[in-house]
């Protein structure tokens, strides 16, 4: 986060769970047991309720859900690392640009919004058609 943004360049804190053994071992892919989190102060001035592993467990979600890649148990995977990277680009473009967020939506008063558009970065969700189009012609 320093690297990117700079000392106290962004609010940053972390969140961190300590787990233990399933209660059922018996059950291969059970959850282990939560027994504590800490939150832990590292730059900047963050909202201490706002400080949350959901936040980053809902993007690997949404990252496994839409980007084969990263689906459990698959061999959709990359062999050259900047296919790799080019992949996760065009996932998160997509996700950014091309695709109305319910919530956002529903807080624009029910015009579709993206989280691009939400953040100024555009004034339209994007088609596939467009993002072609600008890939194609190298403005990307």
Known sequence: MEGAFGWNGVDYAMQAKRYGAPLDYSRRYSPPVCLGAAKEWIMGNPEPSKVSTSYVERNNL????????????????????????????????MH???RAQQTITKAAGGIKTSPAMAAGLTNHVWKMEELLEKMDSGEL
């Open 62 to 93: 949404n990252i496994r859900l839409y980007s084969r890649r990263h689906t459990r148990l698959t061999n959709a995977f990359s062999r050259k690392v900047e296919n790799h990277q080019h992949a996760m680009a065009i996932h998160f473009f």
């Open 96 to 98: 950014n640009f091309c």
